[in-house]
């Protein structure tokens, strides 16, 4: 099952992802696991344990340690054996009669062994030829070597793909004298382990033409975040690398800033994770085969478990005796963690430092993933920044604004969508911070219309999708219709490079195009596909190319939609996209969502979050160029 997609915009990806690499605490700690009990000997657990497993001669073997996992063979009296397995009975000794093998054999065997043995008896050692000890003692050593060889035509087997790079060939060409000098000198390996390195460089680098994709899937017990490149020149799409999860995925929330426990800020190429976990795991994208998330926020509380798994070790590799269990070590969840799933997850375009996060729990948290607390319970987390309770059911959507970076849009299932003011909403959130409007079923998806941001749309499960002017929220949705009749609408999208295009997913395995800016009075239907590929439950734009969307669902398979060739769609569309991509300018005034959220609210306070404020110098620093789509 795929619960969710994401596209990654061109050029925030690295153009080469990187190998994980062990950090010098975890390296000690390997190296702690090596010496588990405590000294480095490890081989005296199998030691310890013979002089506890001895016979006391009485032919039957006792185990006196009963913890020991060593296996002791018993002994075995050799007069109790059958007389032809009696081993110690036999003798190397041809002279030595009545111990010799041939007393074993009987009938005309044992004659014709007779007869060798005295034919060879009569033999005088004196006789035989002297050519054949001569030939023994001659040194073919001290011989030398005169044969001539040919030089090698290096660049004739090279062009024949044989032999590989070698270095720049001296005149007269190589002889086998200079190719054993290069073997000895692993000259010849490492021109091959560089040759090795080029071509797996080769494969994971991103090209121009690749557009990555994000997803979240889940296969039997095997869940993953799966990073798919889509080659736009070929049109072919393939797994780049995946990172197993733990648990069940949900949700995802792309961002390029998080930071350390010492503060650090640092950029790149992340995404976070919301599961059935009460944690959330943000991933850096550009490691492959990452072991651990490189930021948890919430979720269990890890202390001391450490310590536990070493001391279990230790009573695993001990010499048999029993060892003292040590404390438990606490099971709860970290401050301020999320206590059920994490159904939903946004991270602020405008604060790149802000997550936003819901719960099946009724919360919905906002956290600051640069700033790190040391110490208290759990050691190292960070600490949500306010937890908000203005739902009072399961929080399932969160979207930021695109451009009021402290206007926070929520929806959940006690089918109400929320407009929260999250600089005052902690502090007061009864308050006129909080506005809400009213839907006729549980809300499925929320998405702003990047184009004119005071449109707020949401899509709930009984297949209507609706859309409010957040100037006069509250009152009756601009626009209200039924996108799929059958299944409900599991995801909405809008196309960030075209005006008045949306899309819809459902459960009834097929995605619908819609034209909001033709509203008369719902927005017209562009037709439908069926993408082949099970129950959709999430669809997504490519925001660096017009044309691109994907989605999945319950097939397990990821589908995209290249609508570059469909005709009648882009000649619908294609006249609102400028030439190079771009959106064409809009001379209208932005809404003034300061006063908008201030109407009515007189005691609402200027108090910003901790870090929602911070310079906004960090908004300079430059992302890497990767690839273009």
Wanted: charged letters at 25%; glycine letters at 10%.
């Amino acid at each position: 099952m795929i619960a969710a997609v994401a596209w990654i915009p061109a050029g925030v990806a690295a153009e080469t992802p990187t190998k994980y690499e062990y950090s010098k605490a975890e390296q000690e700690f390997l190296e702690r696991v090596a010496n588990a009990d405590g000294n480095g000997n490890i081989d005296d657990a199998t030691t310890n344990t013979d002089d506890a497993n001895e016979d006391d001669g009485d032919g039957v073997w006792e185990d006196v340690d009963e913890e020991s996992n060593a296996v002791v063979v018993p002994k075995v009296d050799p007069s109790s054996l059958p007389a032809d397995l009696r081993m110690d009975d036999y003798s190397d000794d041809e002279g030595d009669e009545g111990k010799g093998i041939g007393n074993i054999l009987v009938g005309k065997d044992a004659e014709t062994m007779e007869e060798s043995n005295d034919a060879t008896a009569e033999v005088p050692t004196g006789e035989y030829d002297s050519d054949d000890s001569d030939v023994d003692d001659d040194d073919l050593h001290d011989i030398p070597d005169t044969r001539e060889f040919m030089p090698l035509d290096v660049e004739g087997l090279q062009s024949l793909g044989i032999g590989g790079s070698l270095p720049a060939m001296k005149e007269g060409g190589y002889t086998m004298n200079d190719l054993r000098n290069m073997a000895d000198n692993d000259v010849l390996d490492d021109l091959d382990e560089d040759e090795d390195d080029e071509d797996y460089l080769n494969d994971i680098r991103i090209g121009d033409g690749d557009a990555l994709i994000v997803v979240a899937k889940t296969e039997d017990d095997y869940a993953s975040l799966e990073i798919n490149i889509f080659d736009t020149k070929e049109s072919n799409l393939y797994v780049h690398h995946d990172i197993p999860l733990p648990s069940f995925p949900l949700c995802l929330a792309l961002g390029n800033v998080i930071g350390d426990q010492s503060n650090n800020t640092t950029t790149g190429n992340y995404c976070a994770v919301g599961s059935f976990e009460t944690g959330i795991e943000i991933w850096n994208l550009d490691v492959m085969n990452a072991l651990e998330p490189s930021l948890v926020l919430g979720g269990m509380d890890t202390s001391g478990l450490e310590e536990d798994w070493m001391r279990m070790q230790s009573s695993m590799t001990g010499n048999g005796k029993k060892k003292k269990k040590g404390k438990a070590s606490p099971s709860g969840l970290r401050e301020g963690s999320h206590t059920d799933a994490v159904m939903g997850l946004s991270w602020n375009a405008i604060h790149r430092q802000v997550l936003a996060s819901g719960s099946a729990d009724g919360t919905v948290k906002l956290w600051d993933v640069t700033h790190a607390t040391s110490g208290g319970k759990g050691g190292d987390y960070v600490r949500p920044s306010a937890t908000l309770t203005h739902h009072t059911d399961k929080v399932q959507s969160l979207a930021w604004h695109p451009s009021e970076g402290t206007l926070l849009a929520t929806g959940g299932y006690d089918r109400r969508i929320c407009l929260v003011d999250a600089r005052s909403a902690a502090s007061s959130p009864n308050a006129g911070s909080v506005k809400k409007a009213k839907l006729q079923a549980d809300c499925e998806a929320i998405a702003w219309d990047p184009h004119s941001h005071q449109y707020l749309t949401a899509a709930s499960e009984d297949g209507i999708v609706q859309c409010w002017d957040v100037r006069k929220f509250g009152e009756e949705p601009v626009w209200s219709m039924v996108a799929h009749e059958y299944g409900g609408v599991s995801d909405i999208s809008y196309n960030p490079l075209v005006p008045g295009m949306l899309i819809t997913c459902s459960i009834d395995k097929t995605v619908a195009l819609w034209d909001t800016q033709q509203v008369s009075p719902t927005p017209q239907t562009c037709g439908t596909k069926d993408m082949n590929v099970g129950k959709l439950y999430s669809v997504n734009f490519y925001p660096s190319s017009p044309w691109l969307m994907a989605c999945g669902g319950s097939g397990n398979e990821l589908a995209i939609w290249d609508m570059e060739d469909e005709e009648a769609i882009k000649n619908r569309f294609g006249p609102r996209v400028s030439g190079d991509g771009t959106i064409p300018s809009d001379d209208g005034k932005e809404a003034d969502f300061e006063a908008m959220m201030a109407s009515g609210d007189d005691s609402a306070t200027q108090k910003a979050l901790e870090g929602m404020n911070k310079s906004k110098k960090k908004k300079k620093k430059t992302k890497r160029k990767a690839h273009k789509a």
